[in-house]
């Protein structure tokens, strides 16, 4: 082994050190040094000499004294001498161009020998003599090492005849000269300026057809070389070389490709083969040659190698996929006439099964331009493209987010100018990043994405306008369900003050952890303002670590700026300058944390729209009324010529839509527009801007009364917009008048002009008329309550109590729904009905703590439970519109769940809560969906108490998923904000008011289909809130269920053990199916009193205690037996009712065998008349009976059954019941012959309600419909 020394890799100089020409120097001593010079310049590698120590030599080598020596040796050496430092110096030259000046001694005979040779091309004779391959690649060598010292073109051209001709004329070229030429293509040597690469090009194109097969079989030589003979990997080197070998490839085909005519099949052979090294070499060259500028026509040139190389997009290698995913992006970006290919091949790409496909396919969207997304790219590949956001793994979702953004980005200003390429194209992107927000996975990035691409903060704090302007113009192309969550994503709709300035005040208060006092309560402060921040993030974890490491650094000015930047009257020049402080300081600080806080400044500040956006939304409002001043061509919002608008009005909408909302939620940001606002309100021209800045006007006087108008022309005007036919108008007015300074007299002079009025009052008067009487009831109840007989006795028995018209003039509804119908279709005197119901509550609201609150809400409550009871009629013998009647229900409900957001109040609703159940499985769609809407939100405000929660888990039979997974997604999320101990409490104490409100429930039978039904709400309640860490106590309370008995009949009492038997099977099963340890709960729980009384002895609790399913069943199939042989003897024949239709839901409805009357409900009460005398039941019920024992005795629960007979016309005519429920249940055999076997003719006769069962009260009420998984409840109306 040849040892190393430490100079070993140090450049090599040169020895010889002597003058070659010296004053009288013989030719004998002159060869002699030109030998010695030669012989070392000649042993000297190219890479590893010292090119300074040359200079000396190279110098002399050039004098004329050597060039035109006399003795031909001299002249022989000095050339090879030269080609020497030719070789040693590449690829730089040697020689500069002034030191081979065109004007030197003997260049012009130089030039005659070059011309005449190219010219005459005497120089073939060279390829007839002797070694002519050695002479061949002689000159070949000698011409690429002179071109690159900057000679005259026309010496270059000279040159280029001369190789030309050679190729041309000789038999058989040799390797290396094809080496030569080939070596210019390496991607060192290929720039565009080098003399030798455009010598190469030159030669190569004009000899292509000679070179082609020496140039295939050059490459197919080099293939097989390096081509493993078995299995076993490729060496290291043969895999550079072999690199190497196509990356000339690509260069050829860039600069000569009919050079590869032969080369291209090979190509094309290393795609089959199963090596996978050489396939994706393969893939990648291929992929490189068909994206160049002439790639298009070497795909057609080589269909079959176009064709097998777009099948690597299905290669079992999932790397060699990637490769030509990233290879494709040259295509799609260069060659439209690929299009349709590449489209086919990128389609099924991503949904590879292997993320880094998928991630690879993603990301090459983000590196395209826009004129290629524009034109070579199908909207179809864009949409797979943005449904890789919702994309399982975090890198395919990243860049996707990245490619979608940057693209919207580009596209923008091409929309901006309404470009009708664009628009269609690009538009829609902003949906499916706000439609990926909502998913709580993907929501903190399709946030960063908007604020990045859809919607960043500008650059110059003086573009305010043009930032606004972009909001509404992207807001235009989006739906109203994508505007509502925008307005979300823009922090408009958080309560103030946020979960974010408390985590602030937190950090303040937390000071770096050193604290003087109240430690252990002011880290807890910390700790849960952090869980709270960051419970609707995926990464909660990361973000909880990084908060608590801002929190100990401590910086006061860090804070300052987030508190300027979170407060919602900061202006957008002082954003901007606050958040770019913050993020540099933040970096400097903790680079770390960076992510993060940037994430915070996102979901607390106003980034999307703020106060310094209102003046250019005041000014879009007040634009729409006036033509010509925008584009007034007219947009197609939905499909049809009715609903097209103009630019300017839908930009209108939108503008709208933002100071809507926030007037609603945020109205502080008004503050510094009051004038403004003020203004805008004698703009009688334009009543759209005179309704919202009244909405906005009141919404920031409400917030602070200091800001109220105190100028009268300005009350006066207020007043006059109270009094005036535009419902919203006079609702706001009135509010802004209760604020003023003479609130009580400006109030009071309104109401005192419209309560005489009203009954003469029609159309939009009387609508505007009410609801300025609504908001009077609530904002100034005294001035109310001065005409309060006057106006409730006009709304209940002239409006409430009458029929409502509808005729096709005045209701018109496209919607497949008949029972719904919207706010913009609904008649005058429909819309006045919903608003005296508001009158109605919001009176007993504003005397909720005075004395006389139950009695103003006695007759409130009677009149809303009248309206669910009998389905939204008032007056149950008039015929209402059912439209109107679905609205009415749902009104009647929501005023319900408001007024429960009184502790006096919601005592009485929770008596009744079945009836708000019953409502929330409304036959209309619209009426379950909007209720579900308010119950949240109401919840989400913490205005209803957690008693209430229970409505949410009789969504189970809802025939919508939306539906259910709304009530899901709430409970999910409300159980994750809340601490363990209030979680308890809000939901998990909730199970046995589950059960008790089920066994309520009209629809609860002891069959098997009834139970199974009860079943699933059991169910649904255990997938959501069932842990292994509670269901001991879920269990518990189902055991503790028969422990007591009902507050308003053992009726009820006997469903809730039947209820109680089904819960602990399923917490059983469940737990199970889960391997969870069902242990025996440790703690006490305390029954609520308010539905629940102790059992009366011990021989009560016994008989709970024995009671099993099967029981009821058993002893019902033994009694219905003896019945139906006692009663089949004087029934008639019946004809058996055809099959009962399918569900509307979707599912097969089962055919149910003919029910036998419900004997068990009937022993029960039977049971019920013997139980023990001395019982607080029965002793008031002897108190009430009397000393008649012959005639059925009362319960209890008699007022109960007539209000659940009500809820569904049970009070109605049994002839009418009858017609009923034939035109909705058809021939449904469930109401088969035991119907009537289930009450005696005498109590049809005498039709008294005390002598009525419980199985009577629940077949009247079933009379209105079928059961609850078998009620025509409404599906979402079709779209099409």
Wanted: glycine content about 4%; overall charge neutral.
């Amino acid at each position: 082994m040849v040892a190393t020394t430490r100079g070993a890799n140090s450049p090599r100089k040169l020895k010889f050190s002597d003058k070659i020409v010296t004053k009288g120097i013989t030719t004998d001593a002159l060869v002699k040094k030109m030998k010695a010079l030669h012989s070392e310049l000649a042993s000297m590698d190219q890479d590893n000499v010292d090119t300074n120590t040359l200079q000396g030599a190279r110098k002399e080598l050039i004098s004329t004294t050597i060039l035109l020596h006399k003795d031909k040796g001299v002249r022989a050496l000095a050339a090879c001498c030269i080609a020497d430092l030719l070789r040693l110096y590449a690829p730089d030259a040697p020689y500069t161009a002034p030191e081979l000046k065109a004007n030197a001694p003997y260049y012009n005979e130089y030039f005659y020998l070059l011309e005449s040779l190219a010219s005459i091309k005497s120089i073939v004779l060279v390829c007839d003599i002797p070694a002519a391959d050695e002479l061949l690649c002689t000159i070949f060598r000698n011409i690429f090492d002179l071109v690159p010292m900057g000679l005259p073109k026309n010496v270059e051209m000279f040159m280029a005849e001369i190789l030309v001709a050679l190729i041309d004329e000789c038999a058989s070229l040799p390797s290396e000269v094809l080496e030569i030429l080939l070596a210019q293509f390496l991607p060192a040597r290929t720039r565009t300026d080098s003399p030798a690469y455009r010598l190469s090009i030159g030669v190569c194109t004009r000899t292509a057809d000679k070179l082609q097969r020496h140039v295939a079989q050059y490459f197919g030589d080099l293939l097989l070389q390096h081509t493993p003979d078995d299995q076993t990997s490729m060496p290291a080197e043969d895999v550079e070389e072999l690199r190497t070998a196509h990356e000339l490839v690509q260069r050829l085909a860039q600069a000569v490709a009919p050079l590869l005519l032969n080369v291209v099949p090979q190509l094309e052979e290393e795609l089959r083969v199963t090596d996978q090294t050489i396939r994706s070499i393969a893939t990648q060259t291929l992929g490189a040659i068909f994206g160049d500028s002439n790639g298009a026509k070497l795909a057609r040139t080589y269909p079959s190698t176009w064709s097998q190389w777009l099948l690597r997009r299905n290669d079992r290698v999932a790397a060699i996929r990637v490769i030509f995913i990233e290879c494709s992006k040259d295509i799609v970006s260069h060659h439209a006439e690929l299009k349709g290919d590449m489209e086919e091949a990128l389609k099924g790409k991503f949904m590879d099964p292997d993320d880094k496909v998928r991630a690879a396919v993603c990301k090459l969207f983000s590196q395209i331009d826009y004129e290629a997304a524009l034109h070579h790219v199908a909207k179809s590949q864009l949409e797979e493209l943005a449904g890789r956001c919702l994309d399982r793994k975090p890198i395919v979702r990243h860049k996707a987010f990245n490619s979608i953004g940057r693209l919207f980005s580009l596209a923008y200003p091409e929309i901006e100018n309404n470009d009708l390429a664009a628009v269609p194209q690009f538009s829609w992107i902003p949906g499916k990043l706000i439609e990926a927000a909502a998913m709580s996975e993907t929501r903190d990035e399709a946030e960063k994405c908007i604020s990045e691409f859809v919607l960043p903060l500008p650059a110059k704090n003086e573009d305010v306008v043009p930032w606004t302007e972009r909001l509404l113009l992207i807001m235009k192309y989006l739906n109203s369900s994508h505007v509502t969550s925008l307005l979300a994503l823009a922090n408009l709709k958080s309560a103030r003050p946020s979960v974010f300035e408390r985590f602030i005040q937190c950090c303040v208060d937390f000071n770096g952890g050193t604290i003087d006092k109240d430690e252990e309560e002011i880290t807890r402060n910390l700790n849960h303002a952090i869980k709270v921040v960051t419970s609707q993030s995926a990464d909660a974890n990361k973000l909880a670590d990084d908060l608590r490491a801002f929190a100990k650094l401590n910086e006061s000015r860090l804070y300052k700026l987030l508190k300027t930047c979170v407060d919602p009257q900061t202006d957008l020049k002082t954003l901007i300058k606050s958040t770019s402080e913050f993020h540099r300081r933040v970096e400097q600080a903790s680079s770390g944390i960076l992510e993060t806080m940037s994430w915070f400044l996102r979901r607390a500040s106003l980034h999307i729209v703020n106060q310094s956006s209102i003046p250019t939304l005041v000014k879009k409002l007040k634009l729409a009324d006036q033509p010509n001043t925008e584009s007034q061509a007219l947009v197609g919002t939905g499909g049809d010529e009715s609903s097209q608008q103009t630019h300017a009005e839908i930009i209108a909408d939108r503008a709208q839509s933002v100071l809507e909302c926030m007037s609603k939620f945020n109205p502080a940001v008004y503050a510094p527009h009051v004038a403004e606002l003020v203004k805008a309100l004698a703009g009688e021209k334009h009543p759209r801007l005179v309704q919202y800045c009244t909405q906005a006007l009141a919404a920031i006087v409400s917030l602070d009364s200091s800001l109220a108008p105190t100028e009268k022309r300005t009350t006066d005007r207020l007043v006059k917009i109270a009094l005036s036919d535009v419902p919203k108008q006079a609702k706001f007015a009135l509010r802004v008048l209760s604020h003023c300074k003479d609130g009580a007299h400006l109030c009071a002079k309104v109401i005192n002009t419209i309560a005489p009025a009203l009954p003469g009052a029609e159309g939009d008067t009387l609508v505007a008329h009410i609801a300025a009487l609504a908001e009077a009831a609530k904002s100034c109840p005294e001035a109310f309550e001065d005409k309060s007989n006057v106006i409730t006795t006009y709304l209940v028995q002239e409006l409430l109590m009458s029929n409502t018209p509808s005729t096709e003039d005045e209701m018109i509804t496209d919607d497949a729904d008949e029972e719904w119908v919207e706010d913009s279709q609904l008649n005058t005197i429909g819309k006045a009905k919903l608003l005296a119901l508001k009158v109605m509550h919001n009176r007993c609201l504003a005397h909720v703590h005075s004395d006389a609150a139950l009695d103003i809400s006695q007759p409130v409550f009677k009149l809303l439970f009248t309206i669910l009871e009998h389905s939204g009629a008032v007056n149950p013998s008039v015929e209402y519109d059912p439209r109107i009647k679905a609205r009415l229900r749902l009104q009647a409900a929501v005023s319900l769940l408001k007024m429960s957001s009184s502790e006096t109040y919601a005592n009485v609703v929770l008596k009744n809560l079945i009836m708000l159940a019953i409502t929330l499985q409304d036959t209309s769609f619209r009426v379950r969906s909007e209720l579900l809407n308010k119950f949240t939100l109401l919840c989400i405000n913490r205005k209803l108490g957690p008693n209430f929660y229970v409505l949410v888990f009789i969504t189970a039979h809802d025939p919508e998923r939306e539906i259910r997974e709304r009530a899901r997604n709430w409970v999910v999320a409300s159980m994750r904000r809340l601490p363990l101990e209030l979680r308890v409490q809000h939901f998990d104490m909730l199970f046995i008011r589950l059960l008790h409100l089920l066994a309520h429930h009209p629809d609860f039978a002891v069959t098997t289909e009834g139970l199974q039904d009860m079943a699933k709400y059991l169910e649904f309640y255990l997938e959501i809130v069932a842990t292994a860490e509670n269901i001991p106590l879920q269990f518990h309370l189902a055991l503790k269920a028969k422990t007591v008995r009902d507050a308003d009949s053992h009726v009820f009492s006997e469903h809730l053990y039947v209820l109680s038997e089904l819960a602990q099977h399923l917490i059983r099963a469940r737990a199970k199916n889960r391997g969870w340890t069902l242990n025996t709960y440790p703690g006490k729980v305390k029954i609520p009193a308010d539905i629940f009384r102790a059992l009366p002895n011990h021989e009560a609790a016994s008989k709970a205690c024995i009671l099993q399913l099967r029981g009821p069943f058993t002893r019902r199939a033994s009694v219905t037996n003896a019945r139906k042989t006692r009663d089949d003897k004087d029934k008639a024949p019946r004809k058996r009712k055809a099959t009962a239709s399918g569900r509307t839901n979707g599912a097969a409805k089962k055919a149910r065998r003919p029910k036998k009357a419900n004997t068990w409900r009937e022993q029960s009460e039977d049971e019920e008349s013997e139980e023990d005398p001395t019982s607080e039941s029965d002793q008031d019920r002897d108190q009430d009976q009397g000393k008649t024992k012959s005639k059925p005795r009362p319960s209890t629960s008699t007022r109960e059954e007539r209000r659940l007979r009500r809820s569904r016309g049970g009070e109605e005519e049994p002839k009418q019941d009858s017609e009923e429920s034939g035109e909705e249940e058809g021939s449904d055999e469930g109401e088969s012959d035991s119907d009537s076997d289930g009450e005696s003719g005498e109590e049809g006769e005498e039709g008294s309600d005390k002598g009525k069962s419980a199985e009577g009260v629940r077949k009247k009420r079933r009379l209105r419909g079928p059961r609850l998984t078998q009620r025509k409840r409404r599906s979402v109306p079709s779209k099409s």
